[in-house]
């Protein structure tokens, strides 16, 4: 189907947005999983967003791909950065539901198979599957999917995204969202959000912006929010994860991880505890802070996160003073004393297991 009759089409518009910079044949694997989603119930649309790559893959997906409607191919300048491309990747898309995937990843030939009903339905306002991380040059056999879901309260998802200890659960914590499928309405309360957010501050830009650490996650989090109800999961694989020393997961270290995916979950707290039942932003605000604790002492005890000391120290400051002012600092602080208190008491008896030995 032509891309300019997607608009009018009858049947759900799917659009997948894929980032890229010299990714050689990957890309155009990536780009080549998603058409095979693409039958007489669904229109698939593939919006790919090339960094001036210098590889040639650019080149090679014109070749390719140039004469299929289905597919956009977009250049940014060099040096503009992934979250640029990011961001007018989801712009130029007109599905009404989306996902990215990066261009090292592929996904499931049943991807849409098993996704998409949840959403058509109504029984869910996000559906999220599972990623199975490969080496990159392996390409997984997904198997035939039955498409069974559990279905949760939004409120729920959120704790579990927070929570320190989380309890041994069938479904992790999952960040890309690769394997997962949102409706094009929660576009442009997250572009907003990341433009201004993630630049606020030097140190929200050198890890968010420039490093692209935490946007993703903060897509799930806004698809969480009170404006939504249930999250539907299911444990299939949906995706594939390539692992390979140039991706962010691999080759970032530690320390910033922690550091983005934490100013990620703050910007939620800052961005909806208004909207939120009066006692639920403190729920979140409890094990957030204990975290941001654990992030200092990071901080202070490694040589390579020292030079992130002072600036995460003001990142937690702003948090804390958010919660003073919006009057869920105290009932956080209540259960930041229980929470602790719990974990030290879990792991307490490991810890003197292991001295004795």
């Known amino acids: 189907m032509a891309s300019t009759d997607l608009i009018t089409s009858p049947q759900p518009v799917v659009s997948f947005v894929i980032p890229t910079l010299n990714r ?31 590889d040639g893959s650019f080149e090679e997906l014109q070749q390719e791909f140039s004469a299929d409607d289905r597919v956009k191919l977009l250049q940014n300048p060099s040096g503009s950065g992934p979250i640029k491309s990011w961001l007018e990747g989801v712009e130029s ?36 599957g ?15 999917t039955s498409g069974q879901f559990s279905i949760l309260d939004r409120s729920e998802m959120l704790l579990r995204y927070y929570r320190i200890a989380v309890p041994k659960q069938p479904h992790p914590i999952i960040v890309s969202p690769t394997c997962s499928l949102f409706s094009a309405t929660d576009i442009q309360f997250w572009v907003a959000g990341v433009r201004d957010y993630c630049q606020q501050t030097p140190l929200r830009r050198e890890i968010m912006w420039h490093s692209a650490i935490g ?29 390979h020393p140039e991706s962010i997961t691999i080759g970032s270290d530690p320390c910033r991880l922690q550091i983005g995916y934490w100013l990620a979950r703050a910007w939620y707290i800052e961005a909806y505890s208004n909207k939120e039942n009066p006692s639920f932003p403190a729920q979140l605000f409890a094990p957030h802070l ?17 030079r992130y000391f002072f600036r995460f120290f003001g990142e937690l400051l702003i948090m804390t003073h958010l919660a003073w002012r919006k009057n869920f600092f105290i009932s956080g602080m209540g259960i930041v004393f229980l ?14 297991r292991w001295n004795s030995k």
């Open 24 to 54: 050689g044949k990957y890309v155009r694997r990536a780009v080549r999983s998603c058409l095979k989603n693409d039958d007489e119930n669904v229109c698939v649309e593939v919006v790919v967003i090339d960094s001036s790559s210098n």
């Open 339 to 352: 929470e602790g208190g719990r974990i030290i008491g879990q792991r307490l008896p490991k810890l003197l």
């Open 130 to 144: 599972f990623g199975k991380n490969e080496l990159l040059d392996y390409e997984l056999d997904f198997s035939p």
């Open 215 to 243: 946007p993703d996650l903060m897509l799930y989090l806004s698809a969480f929010s009170p404006d939504h109800y249930s999250v539907a999961l299911t444990e299939y694989w949906t995706a594939q994860f390539s692992i």
């Open 290 to 306: 204990l975290r941001g604790l654990v992030i200092i002492l990071r901080c202070v005890l490694s040589i390579n996160c020292h």
């Open 93 to 128: 898309i007109s599905g009404d539901y989306f996902t990215f995937v990066w261009s090292d990843d592929l996904i499931s030939p049943l991807f849409l198979k098993t996704l998409l009903k949840p959403l058509l339905d109504g029984s869910a306002d996000v559906a999220i």
